[in-house]
Nanobody, 122 residues
Framework: QRQLVESGGGWVQAGGSLRLSCAPS????????MGWFRQAPGKEREFVAT????????YYADSVKGRFTISRDNAENTVYLQMNSLKPEDTAVYYC???????????????WGQGTQVTVSS
């Protein structure tokens, strides 16, 4: 299920910021919980952040808490990931996902984007 499109990835120096966006492709996701995951080369996919369907609840991985912020604009049917104070260890392909329930587990999300590359140089 590839009905989400990520954008905003790119190259940035350590300490810099990027904002990722996730937009639907062919359907509305305002009634879905949304999540961000990432996968570095040779590593397993890991949870980054999630937001409830209403946007009232958010959860973050310990590694990004305090630096990343997930938000959503249901009027525009878009979810964002604001990434500040980026570190080289944040380098990965970032994936947007949609599911029935907000969760830290990838298997709870049925819709995924193709990912956007984020590279942080030291």
């Amino acid at each position: 299920q590839r009905q989400l499109v990520e954008s905003g990835g790119g190259w940035v120096q350590a300490g810099g910021s990027l904002r990722l966006s996730c937009a639907p492709s062919g359907r509305t996701f305002s009634s879905y919980a949304m999540g961000w995951f990432r996968q570095a080369p040779g590593k397993e996919r890991e949870f980054v952040a999630t937001i409830s369907r209403s946007g009232s609840s958010t959860y973050y991985a310990d590694s990004v808490k305090g630096r990343f912020t997930i938000s959503r604009d249901n009027a525009e049917n878009t979810v964002y990931l604001q990434m500040n104070s980026l570190k080289p260890e944040d380098t990965a392909v970032y994936y947007c996902a949609a599911g029935q329930t907000s969760s830290r587990n990838a298997y709870n999300y049925g819709y995924w984007g193709q990912g956007t590359q984020v590279t942080v140089s030291s």
